[in-house]
């Protein structure tokens, strides 16, 4: 498979703090478009913040971020309607049906219903 040398994600000293504690400690990572990427690491690595951030859900602390050319910090929203994300299956609602959970998060995520 031939990768392009396009940066769809770009994370340069990513750090998230809450409170006295740090969750993303100068994350610094890319992603080429056409790229598999994944994190792997123990429970409390900071993964999950990590991508919290990556999905416009979370501001970092401090650091660069950016989701398919568009920043972080002034172009969430435009982060968000130009990407996809589902959370792994104990995020999901047993009493909603599949649509249901994905309208759910949809709407969570500012995202207009198409048909």
């Known amino acids: 498979m031939d990768v392009s040398k396009e940066n769809i994600i770009t994370v340069k000293d990513l750090v998230k703090r809450f409170g006295h504690f740090v969750a993303n400690d100068h994350l610094n990572f890319e992603v080429r478009k056409g790229e598999i990427f ?21 501001y970092p602390t401090s650091g660069e971020v950016k989701v398919g050319g568009y920043d972080i910090y002034t172009q969430r929203n435009l982060i968000k309607r130009n990407i996809g994300y589902m959370s792994q299956k104990f995020s999901l609602y047993d009493d909603l049906t599949v649509f249901e ?11 207009a219903e198409k048909r």
Request: hydrophobic share 45%; charged share 10%.
């Open 38 to 58: 994944g994190f792997l690491g123990a429970n409390g690595a900071g993964k999950t913040t990590a991508i919290r951030i990556l999905c416009g859900l979370s």
């Open 101 to 111: 959970n994905i309208r759910f998060y949809g709407v969570f995520m500012d995202l």
